[in-house]
């Protein structure tokens, strides 16, 4: 079993559309959740992070995270079609500069004009 | 935010050549920095942490002989593929922390051994 899980998609949506990407984990040890947005040929970029259960809130994208059920989620309001590219979630056991971080494979996302 | 930057974003080398990718972090100074490696349609995996002054830990799988890690300053970390063969080409990327923020990646290299 791998240590995340991300369903990798293809995932269409009209614009406009409230898109909800997912993840889960297996390892109790993670504390520090990531999200990354990745364009074709282009490094991750990073979306929101959080520490804590419960959800954060930047614009149009919430995170939430469920550490009872080892489940975090990224929701994007109003999508656009620049927010079409692949989604990442990503985490490690703390936040030190140090820490490893475990990448889930992925969610390619397309939003439709 | 924190920038990371990595040179250079494309390479075409030839089989046998060595390669080095440099990754600066701009406006902070990084203990750590790492390298990853991505194959397409695929989630990113982790080569080797490195550590400034010190030697870089390697992963599982991962040949230290021909991915040569060098944290020589708290600003830059190079990666060198020696011998490089077409096995190699890949999308390569390093990351690392900034005060604050989550990890921030470079832009990444592609490399291409012909």
């Known amino acids: 079993q791998k240590e995340v899980e991300q369903d990798p998609g293809p995932l269409s949506v009209p614009e406009g559309a409230i898109v909800s990407l997912n993840c889960t984990y297996s390892n109790s040890a993670f504390q520090y959740f990531m999200w990354y947005r990745q364009y074709s040929r282009k490094g991750p970029e990073l979306l929101m992070y959080?520490?804590?259960?419960g959800n954060k809130e930047d614009g149009r994208f919430t995170a939430q995270v469920d550490k009872s059920s080892k489940y975090i989620s990224l929701f994007i309001r109003d999508s656009q079609p620049s927010d079409s590219a692949t989604y990442l979630c990503?985490?490690?056991?703390?936040?030190?500069?140090?820490?490893?971080?475990?990448f889930g494979t992925g969610t390619k996302l397309q939003v439709i004009p | 935010g924190a920038v990371v930057s990595q040179h250079p974003s494309w390479v075409i080398c030839k089989s046998g050549t060595s390669v080095k990718i440099e990754c600066r972090s701009l406006?902070?100074?990084?203990?750590?920095m790492f390298w990853y490696r991505q194959f397409p349609k695929q989630s990113l995996m982790l080569m080797a942490t490195?550590?400034?002054?010190?030697?870089?830990?390697?992963e599982q799988g991962v040949e230290k002989d021909k991915f040569l890690i060098n944290h020589a300053s708290l600003t830059l970390s190079t990666l060198t593929v020696t011998s490089a063969h077409p096995e190699d080409s890949s999308f390569y990327i390093c990351?690392?922390?900034?005060?604050?923020?989550?990890?921030?990646f470079g832009s990444g290299t592609r490399l291409t051994v012909v």
């Open positions: 990503a985490m490690s056991a703390g936040s030190g500069g140090y820490q490893k971080v475990t």
């Open positions: 490195s550590n400034e002054g010190s030697k870089a830990t390697y």
């Open positions: 990351s690392a922390r900034g005060e604050g923020d989550g990890y921030t």
């Open positions: 959080t520490y804590s259960s």
């Open positions: 406006d902070f100074q990084a203990t750590t």
